[in-house]
C-alpha cells in the first residue's frame, strides 16, 4: 500500500480504535490490524484463525472483505 493509505490505516487502527481488514499481497493472508509501526512502516495484525503477525506496509493492502 502506499504511504497515504498506510497512514488512513494506522490513524483509523490507533486513534480511532477501528480494526481494518488487509490482505497480505505475497502469502494471501487476511486478517484485521491492530497495531502500526511508524519507524519500521509496519501493521500488527491479527489473522482470521487467530495468530497474531507484523506485515510491511508494502506486503498489504486493505480489503473489503
Known amino acids: ?3 497515504t493509505q498506510y497512514d488512513s490505516v494506522c490513524y483509523r487502527t ?3 480504535e477501528e480494526p481494518v481488514r488487509l490482505k497480505n499481497l ?3 493472508a487476511r486478517g484485521v490490524s491492530f497495531g502500526c509501526t ?3 512502516e ?5 489473522l482470521d484463525n487467530g495468530e497474531l503477525d ?3 506496509r ?5 480489503t473489503t472483505t
Open 38 to 40: 511508524y519507524a519500521g
Open 54 to 56: 507484523s506485515w510491511e
Open 1 to 3: 500500500m502506499r504511504t
Open 42 to 46: 509496519t501493521v500488527q495484525v491479527r
Open 26 to 28: 505475497r502469502t494471501g
Open 58 to 62: 508494502k506486503d498489504c493492502i486493505e
Open 14 to 16: 490507533e486513534q480511532r
